[in-house]
């Protein structure tokens, strides 16, 4: 599976929009981008996931440009409950794939 | 629809001791996977059970780590004996078959002392 690459870590505040992009160079054509959130003492929890183009769901948008090499999810007006670690990762949806997951990006939402 | 269920919650051990963590995955997912998380890192697969076949066991610590799902459904893990290095949280995830998802339970704390 490709290896993503996103920020260790970003700040903002409340009301804004947050954009956490992800590089994922060698992805493979049967690849797709999944995004999990994980709040402190839960577990990881699906947020979205796409191909191709744009995918929007209640939670968030994710947008893939043509090329595939990166994609960016995009929250909306986040607020304190938004605070996470968010994953970006590679899923092959055949056979059964696990999910390989890198560090992450550690969201702190502030007031 | 119940999620993933696992229990306990938190255990707290000395090294050298055994222990022994259970996991029901969602109704009907026949893939089971288990994976181990220590602080400030992403979850790493330790093993993957289809129904009651192993998958994937290449970073289980079989010198110290078992798994089995005998019956296809839930699945115990089990430590022994426990290293300082083993504290971890220990997440159990399920997918039904042809899905697309990988629902995760909320994990068991281990710390061991």
């Known amino acids: 599976l490709a290896k993503t690459t996103q920020p260790i870590s970003m700040d903002s505040y409340e009301g804004q929009e947050v954009n956490i992009t992800c590089s994922h160079n060698n992805i493979a054509t049967n690849d797709y981008i999944t995004w999990y959130q994980q709040f402190p003492s839960q577990g990881p929890r699906f947020i979205i996931q796409g191909y191709k183009t744009k995918v929007t769901n209640e939670v968030a948008s994710l947008f893939i440009p043509a090329d595939r090499k990166s994609s960016t999810l995009s929250l909306p007006r986040v607020s304190l409950s938004d605070t996470a670690v968010y994953y970006c990762l590679a899923y092959r949806n055949s056979g059964n794939t696990p999910l390989v997951f890198g560090k992450g990006t550690r969201l702190s939402v502030i007031a | 629809e119940a999620g993933v269920a696992q229990s306990p919650r938190y255990k707290i051990i000395e090294k050298r001791q055994s222990v022994a963590f259970w996991c029901n995955p969602i109704s009907g997912h026949a893939t089971l996977y288990w994976y181990q998380q220590i602080l400030g890192q992403g979850p790493k697969l330790l093993i993957q059970?289809?129904?009651?076949?192993?998958?994937?066991d290449s970073q289980l610590p079989k010198d110290r780590f078992s798994a089995e799902r005998l019956k296809g459904v839930d699945s115990t893990l089990k430590i022994q004996p426990a290293k300082l290095e083993d504290s971890a949280v220990y997440l159990c995830a399920s997918r039904g078959l042809g899905g697309n998802t990988i629902y995760f339970g909320e994990g068991s704390w281990l710390t061991v002392v």
């Open positions: 059970f289809q129904n009651n076949g192993v998958v994937d």
